[in-house]
């Protein structure tokens, strides 16, 4: 039984945005199938649950100003980074900046973005002392994890196995 590291790789299939996804049907600035695809609207879904977690906290009395503040950050930079992705996408300005992996810059965010969430939704929920406006904010905040998750699943293929070394394979 053999434990050594093996070869992982690691492929995007976002759909009609990403690098090296196939040929494109146009070639002007703006993407037109991209707002179409499936990683686009799981894109959508997760800023608009980030937004309104964000806003029941927001507008919510706190009891415990660290747990939300903590909270209110990392929706609003995953937001932030989510959005930030949606308009590389969506403008193609991964052919322009080719010097970042975006593929791998993406599966890092959703990855760092969709733990740091998890935390911050268990951090509320178990704060939230049966205020409903945090309460809100805490499953909100677990439905865009949940998302985040199923982009991530949806959206990257991971297939590891090892790597021969044998010149006759």
């Not at 660290?66 to 308009?87: G, K, P, Q, R």
């Amino acid at each position: 039984m053999s434990l050594g590291a093996g070869l992982v790789r690691t492929t995007c299939s976002s759909g009609g945005g990403a690098p090296g996804s196939g040929p494109q049907t146009s070639e002007g600035l703006l993407d037109p199938v991209y707002p179409r695809t499936q990683g686009a609207t799981l894109k959508v879904a997760q800023m608009v649950t980030l937004l309104i977690a964000f806003i029941c906290v927001r507008s919510s009395a706190w009891t415990d100003y660290s747990a939300y503040s903590y909270f209110e950050v990392v929706t609003i930079c995953d937001l932030i980074m989510i959005l930030a992705f949606y308009l590389v996408h969506l403008f193609r300005f991964y052919r322009v900046l080719t010097c970042i992996s975006w593929p791998l810059s993406e599966l890092l965010h959703y990855v760092i973005g969709t733990l740091l969430l998890l935390i911050a939704s268990i951090v509320a929920a178990s704060k939230s002392y049966n205020q409903s406006g945090l309460v809100a904010g805490a499953v909100f905040g677990f439905l865009a994890t949940f998302l985040c998750l199923a982009s991530l699943w949806l959206s990257y293929k991971i297939s590891c196995g090892t790597q021969s070394t044998d010149a006759s394979a």
